[in-house]
């Protein structure tokens, strides 16, 4: 599909990147497993290390299915709306465990890069989905500004993540 042979690359990159950094939260979890549990703290997980997960799996879906040899834009923007929908709902889920978990105090840069941003970028890529029968190649860098952003989103999560347990969670511990 021509509209797509530009993007190949972009989204291979993208795509490996988010796979990469899911295996590398798998292990990054798997290390700190031995750790006393907190009260609450699977409350705290689902507030903001499941989302992490869930972005980067938004990026390598988004990924394989626009390098998949598909005939037309239509299935992809199909695709680009539903995965833009359900991540808006996503957020609104997250929002709520942000606000019910007791274990850790949101700051204005969590409620950033685990609200807003995943939001603006779950939005971006539904309205690409509309903009693919206006505008394919508007579309085309909507969907991948929304795949970069959730995968910065999910890079700096991530860190977040690790950097809380090893300064934070230690010094309690110590």
């Given at each position: 599909?021509?509209?797509?042979a ?11 990147a988010a796979?990469a ?6 292990v990054?979890?798997?290390?700190i ?8 703290q ?26 998949a040899p ?11 709306g539903l995965?833009g929908?359900?991540?808006?709902v996503?957020e ?5 465990r942000?606000?019910?978990?007791s ?16 939001f603006?970028?779950y ?9 693919t ?5 508007d579309a085309?860098?909507?969907?991948g500004?929304?795949?970069?952003l959730?995968?910065?989103?999910g ?16 010094h309690?511990q110590?």
């Amino acid at each position: 599909m021509a509209e797509l042979a530009g993007w190949g690359n972009f989204y291979v990159i993208v795509g490996g990147a988010a796979g990469a950094l899911i295996g590398l939260q798998f292990v990054v979890i798997t290390l700190i497993a031995e750790r006393p549990v907190v009260a609450g703290q699977e409350l705290a997980g689902s507030a903001f290390a499941t989302p992490t997960i869930v972005h980067l799996g938004a990026v390598l879906l988004l990924s394989a299915v626009v390098c998949a040899p598909l005939r037309g834009v239509t299935g992809i923007g199909i695709f680009w709306g539903l995965l833009g929908t359900a991540g808006i709902v996503y957020e609104v889920i997250v929002v709520r465990r942000m606000r019910t978990q007791s274990v850790y105090k949101p700051q204005f840069e969590d409620w950033l890069f685990h609200v807003l941003l995943p939001f603006a970028a779950y939005a971006a890529l539904a309205g690409s989905a509309i903009a693919t029968r206006t505008s394919l190649p508007d579309a085309m860098f909507g969907a991948g500004a929304a795949a970069l952003l959730l995968l910065f989103v999910g890079i700096h999560n991530a860190w977040d993540a690790v950097t809380y347990h090893i300064f934070s969670r230690s010094h309690d511990q110590g």
